[in-house]
Protein backbone atom coordinates (compact mmCIF):
# COMPACT_ATOMS: atom_id res chain seq x y z
CA UNK A 1 0.00 0.00 0.00
CA UNK A 2 1.31 3.90 -0.73
CA UNK A 3 0.39 6.45 0.83
CA UNK A 4 0.45 9.99 -0.40
CA UNK A 5 0.02 13.00 1.89
CA UNK A 6 -1.09 16.69 0.50
CA UNK A 7 -2.55 19.77 2.13
CA UNK A 8 0.21 21.02 4.23
CA UNK A 9 1.45 24.71 4.14
CA UNK A 10 1.71 27.74 6.07
CA UNK A 11 -1.20 28.95 8.06
CA UNK A 12 -1.54 31.68 11.33
CA UNK A 13 -2.37 30.17 14.75
CA UNK A 14 -6.18 29.81 14.57
CA UNK A 15 -6.17 29.27 11.28
CA UNK A 16 -7.49 25.75 9.52
CA UNK A 17 -5.87 23.30 7.35
CA UNK A 18 -7.38 19.94 5.89
CA UNK A 19 -4.79 17.11 5.23
CA UNK A 20 -5.20 14.17 2.91
CA UNK A 21 -3.60 10.78 2.48
CA UNK A 22 -3.98 9.08 -0.89
CA UNK A 23 -3.93 5.02 -0.73
CA UNK A 24 -2.43 3.40 -4.28
CA UNK A 25 -5.34 0.46 -3.66
CA UNK A 26 -8.60 -0.24 -2.14
CA UNK A 27 -7.53 -0.80 1.93
CA UNK A 28 -8.71 -3.88 3.10
CA UNK A 29 -11.44 -2.90 5.97
CA UNK A 30 -9.40 -4.84 8.30
CA UNK A 31 -6.94 -2.05 8.03
CA UNK A 32 -5.94 0.49 10.64
CA UNK A 33 -5.33 4.14 9.16
CA UNK A 34 -3.11 6.85 11.46
CA UNK A 35 -1.88 10.34 11.14
CA UNK A 36 1.42 10.86 13.16
CA UNK A 37 3.43 13.98 13.50
CA UNK A 38 6.96 15.18 13.86
CA UNK A 39 8.59 18.45 14.96
CA UNK A 40 12.20 19.49 14.67
CA UNK A 41 14.62 17.77 17.19
CA UNK A 42 11.40 15.62 18.76
CA UNK A 43 10.37 12.50 18.45
CA UNK A 44 7.57 10.72 15.72
CA UNK A 45 3.99 11.29 17.70
CA UNK A 46 0.74 9.75 17.11
CA UNK A 47 -1.96 11.91 16.57
CA UNK A 48 -5.12 10.18 15.46
CA UNK A 49 -6.27 6.81 14.09
CA UNK A 50 -9.23 5.32 12.41
CA UNK A 51 -10.57 2.13 11.58
CA UNK A 52 -11.07 1.94 7.37
CA UNK A 53 -14.78 0.88 8.61
CA UNK A 54 -14.86 3.70 10.80
CA UNK A 55 -15.80 2.06 13.64
CA UNK A 56 -13.23 2.93 16.19
CA UNK A 57 -11.61 6.63 16.43
CA UNK A 58 -8.66 7.78 18.90
CA UNK A 59 -7.01 11.38 19.26
CA UNK A 60 -4.02 12.43 21.25
CA UNK A 61 -4.69 14.49 23.90
CA UNK A 62 -3.10 17.48 22.49
CA UNK A 63 -5.74 17.56 19.38
CA UNK A 64 -8.66 16.18 20.71
CA UNK A 65 -11.85 18.40 20.13
CA UNK A 66 -9.78 20.43 17.30
CA UNK A 67 -8.75 17.77 14.93
CA UNK A 68 -10.85 15.44 13.11
CA UNK A 69 -10.01 12.18 11.27
CA UNK A 70 -12.40 10.58 8.65
CA UNK A 71 -11.88 8.46 5.83
CA UNK A 72 -13.73 8.03 2.52
CA UNK A 73 -14.10 4.48 0.79
CA UNK A 74 -14.88 5.57 -2.53
CA UNK A 75 -12.02 7.72 -2.95
CA UNK A 76 -9.76 5.71 -1.07
CA UNK A 77 -8.53 8.54 1.13
CA UNK A 78 -8.19 9.38 4.66
CA UNK A 79 -8.34 12.90 6.03
CA UNK A 80 -7.44 14.83 8.99
CA UNK A 81 -9.56 18.07 9.61
CA UNK A 82 -7.22 20.56 11.62
CA UNK A 83 -8.78 23.63 13.48
CA UNK A 84 -7.80 26.25 15.95
CA UNK A 85 -4.50 25.35 15.13
CA UNK A 86 -1.39 26.62 17.21
CA UNK A 87 2.30 27.15 16.72
CA UNK A 88 3.02 23.54 18.82
CA UNK A 89 0.73 21.82 15.71
CA UNK A 90 3.98 22.84 13.78
CA UNK A 91 5.30 19.71 12.04
CA UNK A 92 5.86 16.97 9.34
CA UNK A 93 2.60 15.03 9.27
CA UNK A 94 2.72 11.48 8.32
CA UNK A 95 -0.06 9.33 6.83
CA UNK A 96 0.53 5.65 8.26
CA UNK A 97 -1.69 2.09 7.79
CA UNK A 98 -2.13 -0.61 9.65
CA UNK A 99 -2.75 -4.22 8.03
CA UNK A 100 -4.40 -5.26 11.69
CA UNK A 101 -7.87 -4.58 12.94
CA UNK A 102 -7.29 -2.31 15.76
CA UNK A 103 -6.43 1.46 16.66
CA UNK A 104 -2.98 1.81 17.96
CA UNK A 105 -1.25 4.46 18.74
CA UNK A 106 2.77 3.11 18.56
CA UNK A 107 4.34 4.10 15.22
CA UNK A 108 6.04 0.97 15.35
CA UNK A 109 2.80 -0.94 15.09
CA UNK A 110 1.94 0.54 11.23
CA UNK A 111 3.36 -0.80 8.35
CA UNK A 112 3.06 1.27 6.01
CA UNK A 113 4.10 5.40 5.56
CA UNK A 114 3.84 8.17 3.59
CA UNK A 115 6.24 10.84 2.87
CA UNK A 116 4.98 13.49 4.68
CA UNK A 117 3.54 16.31 4.47
CA UNK A 118 4.74 19.85 6.22
CA UNK A 119 2.47 21.82 8.31
CA UNK A 120 3.71 25.25 9.86
CA UNK A 121 1.76 27.36 12.07
CA UNK A 122 2.84 31.03 12.63
CA UNK A 123 1.93 32.88 15.77
Known amino acids: VQLVESGGGLVQAGGSLRLSCATS????????MGWFRQAPGKEREFVAAILWTGGSIRYADSVKGRFTISRDNTVNTVYLQMNSLKPEDTAVYYC?????????????????WGQGTLVTVSS
Open 25 to 32: RRADSRYT
Open 96 to 112: AARARWSVEINSEQYDF
